[in-house]
């Protein structure tokens, strides 16, 4: 799985915590924290200390705060008293005695006759024509009784021979190419790289942080596809603030707390770990490919789509999920002597995505180092939880 090029900054952290923020333009970042256990554990940090924050406001500022001086102004009466005083207030008044009706009425009745003046006006116009000056008379050719005069196309159809109809790909056809090719070079798992059409036709593959060896690559495998350009992006270099020089917060602890809970089961901590981290991060990269096909070709429009492109979209969903199961399953093989019996799926149908975020939370938590306010065996509780919800995902989805 490629890596982004350093690490996410901490105003992007902040992007990612502020549920505003659009989900494209967050979304190679998301999936760069989803692959990073560090970016993880610094956004659950951040994540807390806006909690904290957000109690710290309600529990000690809001009730020392001075009362209000004075109480808010009405500002309907004084909005009365403008209108009142309004010219155009006086002439609904007499529009309305002229037509011995309500005001309001009156208002809308003059709007309507100046609304359907305006249309006439407009269609008069557009249907005017200009007086076309009147050709030469000549002698009309006799007509064959054999050939229709109502249909002339037939006699050029019997002239011009048909042309051969160029099969030229539409855009749908073209971006199920770019998913393909991207597909085939994994580029669609982890890579922070975007596909996307613009108002004028083109498909653009974008990249934010990538080498420049795997640029390459990705612009061999796109090359031979019509309408599809390339764009590259650096990192984001923000400039030097003084958070900077704060100091950074130490990610290694003495002894993870869960090291000796689960040392019966796990006595080589650091290969579980490492087994349980690997096949999160594998499900959950699964997960968002899975979402992103969704996201572009719904089902309205993969109807639309060529049998051979539909063909192409569901062998890249068949992959996709195949391997999404297979990840599950040998974690939950992993996972099998922390947790001998499973509780019963929290949703009948739980969303895939959905279920591989949860994972991964609860196993950055365990296993990486996030911080957390719940105790150990809560932590264990609700992995037990996700695993039973992920396993369900698969096999709703079969």
Known sequence: ??????????????????????????????????????????????????????????????????????????????????????????????????????????????????????????????????????????????????????????????????????????????????FGVLHEIEADLGDPVEVSRTASGEIKVVGTGVSAARQEEIRGAVRAIPNVNTEWHDSPVRPESRLRNAKSVSLEAARNPFEGILQPVAPDWESFSNRVLDESDAILARAHALRTLEEHFPDQRRARLAPEDQNTLDQILSAHFIAFGSHVRTLGAILAPVFPSRPEPGQAHPDMLAAAQRVDRVVSIIFGGAATTETPSQVLADLSQAAADLNAAVEAKR
């Open 1 to 178: 799985m490629t890596e982004m090029n350093g690490h996410a900054e901490f105003e992007q952290l902040l992007l990612l915590i502020d549920a505003s923020a659009p989900t494209r333009a967050t979304r190679s970042l998301r999936r760069h924290v989803a692959a990073c256990w560090k970016c993880r554990t610094r956004l659950e940090e951040l994540e807390e200390t806006v909690r904290e924050f957000a109690r710290y406001h309600e529990k000690v500022v809001l009730p020392n705060l001075p009362p209000a001086p004075q109480a808010w102004p009405d500002l309907r009466r004084r909005m009365q008293e403008a209108d009142q005083s309004s010219q155009m207030f006086g002439l609904w008044t007499r529009v309305s005695s002229y037509f011995s009706m309500p005001a309001p009425l009156a208002r809308r009745l003059l709007l309507g006759i100046l609304v359907v003046g305006c249309c006439a006006l407009a269609f008069t116009i557009a249907t005017r024509k200009k007086p076309a000056e009147s050709p030469a008379v000549k002698p009309a050719a006799p007509v064959s009784r054999a050939v229709s005069p109502a249909s002339p196309l037939e006699h050029i159809s019997k002239i011009v021979p048909a042309l051969p109809k160029l099969d030229k790909p539409s855009l749908a056809d073209s971006e199920v190419q770019v």
